[in-house]
Nanobody
Framework: QVQLVETGGGLVQGGGSLRLSCALS????????MGWFRRAPEKEREFVAS????????DYADSVKGRFTISRDNSKNTVYLQMNSLKPEDTAVYYC????????????????????WGQGTLVTVSS
């Protein structure tokens, strides 16, 4: 059974930092490009960041560039999202997702075919 489990969400003051983690089980992690998405209250889900299977290529939404960093540890089957300089508008449920429809060195953008999704972790940024 495939599982993606996100951890690390919580309440943080504006300007603060959080690191989200997402562990994949039930599949061979290195075969999957990974992405982070988020859904703010009363808004549609949006792309945040993605990373290639190799970890060499990344992509970010303009709204988080320079503040968020996506990374992965293939030995731990885990992808991370380091979030710095958090703003109230970053408040959302954050989801990680996985896709096997990717070459080894290419990230998969928001239009990609992500087939596995986690249950989400809530990030709340106070002003």
């Amino acid at each position: 059974q495939v599982q993606l489990v996100e951890t690390g969400g919580g309440l943080v003051q504006g300007g603060g930092s959080l690191r989200l983690s997402c562990a994949l089980s039930g599949r061979t992690f290195i075969n999957y490009a990974m992405g982070w998405f988020r859904r703010a209250p009363e808004k549609e889900r949006e792309f945040v960041a993605s990373i290639s299977r190799s970890g060499d290529s990344t992509d970010y939404a303009d709204s988080v560039k320079g503040r968020f960093t996506i990374s992965r540890d293939n030995s731990k089957n885990t992808v991370y999202l380091q979030m710095n300089s958090l703003k109230p508008e970053d408040t959302a449920v954050y989801y990680c997702a996985a896709t096997a429809y990717a070459s080894y060195r290419d990230y998969v953008g928001p239009g990609g075919r992500y087939v596995y999704w986690g249950q989400g972790t809530l990030v709340t940024v106070s002003s």
